[in-house]
T-cell receptor, first 111, second 113 residues
Framework: NAGVTQTPKFRILKIGQSMTLQCTQD?????MYWYRQDPGMGLKLIYY???????DKGEVPNGYNVSRSTTEDFPLRLELAAPSQTSVYFC??????????FGEGSWLTVV | KQEVTQIPAALSVPEGENLVLNCSFT??????LQWFRQDPGKGLTSLLL?????REQTSGRLNASLDKSSGRSTLYIAASQPGDSATYLC????????????FGQGTRLTINP
């Protein structure tokens, strides 16, 4: 049981490039989330999904897009990367009402 | 809008001491409150989850309390050890919408041998 798996772990992007952060969970959880964490700050919600085919914006969605074609996968797309998107990104999942599980994080630097 | 605050931002104590970490939130309409541990370069691990109807939860040397009416939670760590050094975050699950969590900024705890 792998839990929540994120790839890549580290990535350096140039301004204007695009990339996708992958997230997969094998616990059959219906809810999935993408958060970003800036140094010394808490986590801010980017996008979330309540099930396959359903996504919605969180607190800081600008510059990002998501899709949820299957229960297991919830990729986060960065379009036209900007220095302000330098952060640590965490994917998480939970089954209604229960404990939330986090991936190990993806460190992204935009230069 | 729900806001979660953790004070202090950093705390350093000698090994063996009992300590309390604080978490406050502005809206008492919460589903539950969780405390997490985050080690450097790692994701978050859930330590304790308190449902809105509960007053406290215990796990080993950890005890978390919840006072919804005052918008406060505390995490008590007994007989602290160097291995407890980490950042501790609290998060409340709001009632509206898709079970979203609102996080505090975290308290960076250092236990000195």
């Amino acid at each position: 049981n792998a839990g929540v798996t994120q790839t890549p772990k580290f990535r350096i992007l140039k301004i204007g490039q695009s990339m996708t952060l992958q997230c997969t969970q094998d616990m059959n959880h219906n809810y999935m989330y993408w958060y970003r964490q800036d140094p010394g700050m808490g986590l801010k919600l980017i996008y979330y999904s309540v099930g396959a085919g359903i996504t919605d914006k969180g607190e800081v969605p600008n510059g990002y897009n998501v899709s949820r074609s299957t229960t297991e996968d919830f990729p986060l797309r960065l379009e036209l990367a900007a220095p302000s998107q330098t952060s640590v990104y965490f994917c998480a999942s939970l089954f209604s009402g229960n404990t939330i599980y986090f991936g190990e994080g993806s460190w992204l630097t935009v230069v | 809008k729900q806001e979660v605050t953790q004070i202090p931002a950093a705390l350093s104590v000698p090994e063996g001491e009992n300590l309390v970490l604080n978490c406050s939130f502005t809206d008492s309409a919460i589903y539950n409150l969780q405390w997490f541990r985050q080690d450097p370069g790692k994701g978050l691990t859930s330590l304790l989850l308190i449902q809105s109807s509960q007053r406290e939860q215990t796990s080993g040397r950890l005890n978390a309390s919840l006072d919804k009416s005052s918008g406060r939670s505390t995490l008590y760590i007994a007989a602290s050890q160097p291995g407890d050094s980490a950042t501790y975050l609290c998060a409340v699950k709001i009632l509206q919408g898709a079970q979203k969590l609102v996080f505090g900024q975290g308290t960076r705890l250092t236990i000195n041998p």
